[in-house]
């Protein structure tokens, strides 16, 4: 008897092998990963997630304040999204064909354009990077030109021509040469204006909330900045692959300076509803236009896996939830609720220095305390690595109140808060009575936390 091939059986498979996670990656993916994780005491193990909260194989949750970066939007397995993918998969639609036109991509872009009625189409890839590799290049086509201006310390992806307008040196070195793009201090329009004038800046990218440390836009700046690209016949790029769709309290990051309308506009991260990775760049109807002049041109840029139907399906979903949960409004009130709450701790703790951000994208500083005894051990960490404070800060919150959350980036004293747009003030409280307990740990020079400072500190002299 002919034996019968074995079927896939996934549940089988993450049952059988699941708990090899930590080893299996340190052998054949990024090693110094599970390494980081062991040093800081984030090497969990998630059973399964819902909404804005994880869970242990003990049923123990974790308030989750870092959305995958800001990939959960609608938090964890959201139930309109989900069966917005089931029901896709089990349409069995002709996927991908190249030589037809799909409905799916057609409709997302109508939708995604309709919260954006300056702009007039719309081209999709499959994350934030390539989204922001779509405007790089549609700039530089555009208006013959080969620089792109961006700010110092902006973030804006990793692949090479996103990389090019990363303002960290951290993520740049050893990857050059990179294109020939140029950093302006955010806010400093008489910078802009120096570049501007040479005459070869194709454009300007920013994000209207910088990720890295959570620095909004002075007011006013990216109004004048508008006004001097399009002077010099420039384009403005608005990076809101983190700030898109309502992480800010409004749809777009942007909008909260009026008569702000970027020529290109980045999307990703919360548009795939956390399953299916997309990125989208709407622009103005003469950009694509020139893009794609002719139909020799017409897989002058493309993706292989670009408006797939699932990828499509997803960020439908999404928009959906958006306006029928009224989740920008909610990310707008909860967001003001946590600021505030947590910017009234700022008189109380000497370590505490800043709270700001907009809507439910928060940076959390910490600076050289005051008093002599917490002087000195501030001073011994700073002289370690900067950015071990706020670390510190981050294990506590997970080890012993379950949150998890994150530093806002490399030797920055500084935590990102960016949750589901979906919690409310029962996370609320929670955040902030966990926070207090650690910033009361912390001041009263409790064992276990500065314990860790010392094993943080060993760690960086030894990385050196």
């Known amino acids: 008897m002919t034996e019968q091939p074995k079927s896939f059986d996934l549940a089988e498979l993450l049952a059988r092998r699941g708990g090899e996670r930590y080893?299996?990656?340190?052998?054949?993916?990024?090693?110094?990963?599970?390494?980081?994780?062991?040093?800081?005491?984030?090497?969990?193990?998630?059973?399964?997630?819902?909404?804005?909260?994880?869970?242990?194989?003990?049923?123990?949750?974790?308030?989750?304040?870092?959305?995958?970066?800001?990939?959960?939007g609608l938090g964890r397995h959201h139930p309109v999204v989900n069966k917005a993918l089931h029901d896709v998969i089990d349409a069995s639609l002709p996927d991908l064909v190249r030589f037809d036109c799909?409905?799916?991509?057609?409709?997302?872009?109508?939708?995604?354009?309709?919260?954006?009625?300056?702009?007039?189409?719309v081209y999709f890839g499959n994350s934030g990077a390539e989204a922001v590799e779509a405007a790089l290049k549609f700039a530089r086509y555009v208006t013959g030109r080969p620089r792109v201006l961006y700010c110092?310390?902006?973030?804006?992806?990793l692949t090479t021509g996103a990389l090019s307008v990363n303002g960290e040196d951290g993520f740049r070195d050893g990857f050059s040469p990179l294109l020939p793009d140029t950093a302006i201090a955010m806010g400093d329009l008489g910078a802009l204006e120096r570049e501007l004038v040479r005459g070869d800046v194709a454009a300007f990218i920013v994000e209207p909330?910088?990720?890295?440390?959570?620095?909004?836009?002075?007011?006013?700046?990216?109004?004048?900045?508008?006004?001097?690209l399009h002077k010099y016949k420039a384009l403005l790029?608005?990076?809101?692959?983190?700030?898109?769709?309502?992480?800010?309290?409004?749809?777009?990051?942007?909008?909260?300076?009026?008569?702000?309308?970027?020529?290109?506009?980045?999307?990703?991260?919360?548009?795939?509803?956390?399953?299916?990775?997309?990125?989208?760049?709407?622009?103005?109807?003469?950009?694509?236009?020139?893009v794609y002049s002719s139909m020799d041109r017409v897989l002058v840029h493309s993706a292989?896996?670009?408006?797939?139907?699932?990828?499509?399906?997803?960020?439908?979903?999404?928009?959906?939830?958006?306006?029928?949960?009224?989740?920008?409004?909610?990310?707008?009130?909860?967001?003001?609720?946590?600021?505030?709450?947590?910017?009234?701790?700022?008189?109380?703790?000497?370590?505490?220095?800043?709270?700001?951000?907009?809507?439910?994208?928060?940076?959390?500083?910490?600076?050289?305390?005051?008093?002599?005894k917490l002087r000195s051990r501030w001073t011994v960490l700073q002289a370690a690595r900067k950015g071990l404070f706020a670390q510190m800060v981050v294990v506590p919150l997970l080890q012993r109140h379950r949150i998890l959350t994150q530093v806002s980036g490399d030797r920055m004293e500084v935590i990102k808060?960016?949750?589901?747009?979906?919690?409310?003030e029962k996370e609320v409280d929670r955040f902030v009575g966990a926070f207090e307990a650690v910033m009361e740990?912390?001041?009263?020079?409790?064992?276990?936390?500065?314990?860790?400072?010392?094993?943080?500190?060993?760690?960086?002299?030894a990385n050196r």
């Open 23 to 72: 080893e299996l990656h340190a052998r054949y993916l990024n090693h110094q990963l599970p390494r980081m994780l062991r040093t800081i005491g984030f090497d969990k193990v998630y059973d399964r997630a819902e909404g804005a909260y994880f869970y242990d194989t003990e049923g123990n949750d974790y308030l989750d304040m870092l959305a995958g970066f800001g990939v959960m």
């Open 102 to 121: 799909q409905p799916l991509p057609g409709l997302l872009a109508e939708k995604l354009l309709e919260h954006t009625p300056h702009l007039d189409r």
């Open 152 to 157: 110092t310390h902006a973030f804006h992806g």
């Open 209 to 228: 909330v910088q990720g890295k440390g959570v620095h909004p836009t002075p007011p006013g700046f990216l109004r004048g900045a508008q006004e001097l």
């Open 237 to 290: 790029i608005a990076d809101e692959v983190q700030t898109g769709l309502g992480r800010t309290g409004d749809f777009y990051a942007f909008q909260y300076e009026a008569g702000v309308e970027p020529d290109l506009v980045c999307v990703a991260k919360a548009l795939s509803g956390g399953y299916v990775p997309v990125g989208a760049t709407l622009g103005r109807d003469w950009i694509f236009k020139k």
């Open 304 to 372: 292989s896996f670009g408006s797939n139907a699932q990828a499509m399906a997803a960020g439908l979903a999404v928009l959906s939830v958006l306006e029928n949960e009224h989740i920008v409004k909610n990310a707008r009130v909860t967001g003001e609720l946590l600021r505030a709450r947590l910017a009234s701790l700022v008189d109380r703790y000497e370590l505490l220095h800043a709270v700001r951000g907009r809507g439910l994208m928060i940076g959390i500083e910490f600076g050289r305390p005051e008093s002599i």
């Open 417 to 424: 808060l960016i949750p589901p747009l979906i919690i409310g």
């Open 441 to 461: 740990d912390a001041h009263g020079g409790g064992g276990l936390m500065w314990d860790f400072g010392k094993t943080l500190m060993k760690q960086a002299v």
